[in-house]
């Protein structure tokens, strides 16, 4: 048997080594963090159905409890990946507006577009039927993610002052205890969380109207460094993003029933859920409406920077590339020079 040319012997290596599927510079296998929430579900899709490897990916996947908290990883690399609604990447893009270039987070797609995913809920044991009684009462929600954005839309669409009741910030996780003991008279929540209290406490639990006010979008950050250097491994992420969308559309019923499953109920969602959820990968002028509602919110709620020169060029926030080479048809933004120029050798 005739020896291994050395070339190739070296080439073996190097695609056995660590990083030869992230890219040079990263993890391998690189980290991406999801959440436990049914507009995430592209995410459970990918990883339980492989997709990320049948792309020739090494994925980490693991899912949290929110996107704040996923993007608090990626600022301190504990992530290279993240999925998180528009929130709080706008409040971290407001906050942080001089940093070095190439650390702040950027956009690669957004995987939904719906209204019927967060909810405020209430206990009918507090007497409590419709929005307008919420006034000088205790709301919980989780500061910092869309629920804070959604209960800045929901008071004045019933003509009250966001303000007019008191805002206890606890993690999402926290809620359900907190109404059951009383130190909270509504809660703002998103999905599984919503259908954990429905089972929970069953009739007791009372949807106030006006939730589906906001549109929800989720979207795919990274870095602008990652998004410029590492362009076909960004590629492949969107690619097994795009093949997990087609899957839940083909087969709904089998996405919602690992949905159930990785979210402990004892069933699917309920009835309709899956309808109200639009999963597609786009990156289109919708995405661009909801940034820029959310930085006026962050303005006029004093969460904003006060300095004038703060970052609100919300192109900047997008990096356009890696889905535009992938799928010139989900894209119909035009591409910001920020992410467009290279970066300084």
């Known amino acids: 048997m005739r020896p291994a040319h050395p070339l190739l012997l070296v080439l073996l290596l190097l695609l056995t080594m660590p990083g030869a599927h992230a890219g040079a ?17 592209p995410t459970l899709v990918a990883r339980e159905e492989g997709l990320f490897g049948q792309r020739e990916l090494r994925v980490d996947a693991v899912r949290g409890q929110s996107g704040m908290e996923n993007l608090r990883a990626l600022r301190a690399g504990d992530a290279e990946f993240a999925l998180m609604a528009p929130t709080p990447l706008v409040l971290d893009r407001l906050t942080n507006p001089a940093e070095r270039a190439g650390d702040e987070p950027v956009i690669l797609a957004s995987l939904v577009h719906t209204t019927h995913l967060n909810h405020v809920v209430t206990l009918t044991d507090t007497g409590i039927r419709h929005p307008h009684q919420l006034p000088g009462r205790r709301v919980g929600l ?9 209960w800045w839309l929901f008071a004045p669409y019933h003509r009250f002052s966001p303000t007019a009741v008191e805002l206890v910030d606890l993690p999402v996780e926290e809620l359900g205890d907190a109404l059951a003991g009383g ?16 089972r929970r406490f069953g009739n007791r639990l009372h949807h106030l109207p006006g939730g589906d006010i906001y549109t929800e979008k989720w979207v795919l950050v990274t870095t602008r460094r990652i998004a410029r250097e590492h362009a076909e491994l960004c590629r492949r992420i969107l690619a097994a993003y795009q093949e ?4 839940i559309e083909e087969r709904p019923d089998s996405a919602l029933g690992m949905y159930a499953e990785d979210a402990g109920l004892t ?28 930085v006026e ?26 889905l535009r080479d992938l799928a010139p048809e989900a894209v119909s933004i035009p591409a910001s020079t920020a992410n467009t120029a290279r970066s300084a050798p």
């Open 25 to 41: 510079g990263l993890p391998d296998p690189v980290r991406l963090l999801g959440v436990g929430y049914l507009g995430d579900l």
């Open 142 to 150: 989780m500061a910092g993610t869309n629920s804070e954005f959604l």
């Open 183 to 198: 130190r909270i008279d509504a809660a703002v929540l998103w999905e599984p969380w919503t259908s954990r209290l429905a």
């Open 244 to 247: 997990a969308i087609t899957r």
């Open 267 to 294: 069933g699917e969602p309920e009835e309709g859920k899956h309808e109200a959820a639009f999963f597609t990968l786009t990156l289109d002028w919708s995405l661009l409406t909801t940034l820029q509602q959310q």
């Open 297 to 322: 919110w962050a303005r006029h709620s004093g969460r904003a920077a006060p300095q004038p020169q703060a970052d609100t060029d919300i192109l900047s926030w997008i990096a356009t590339e890696p």
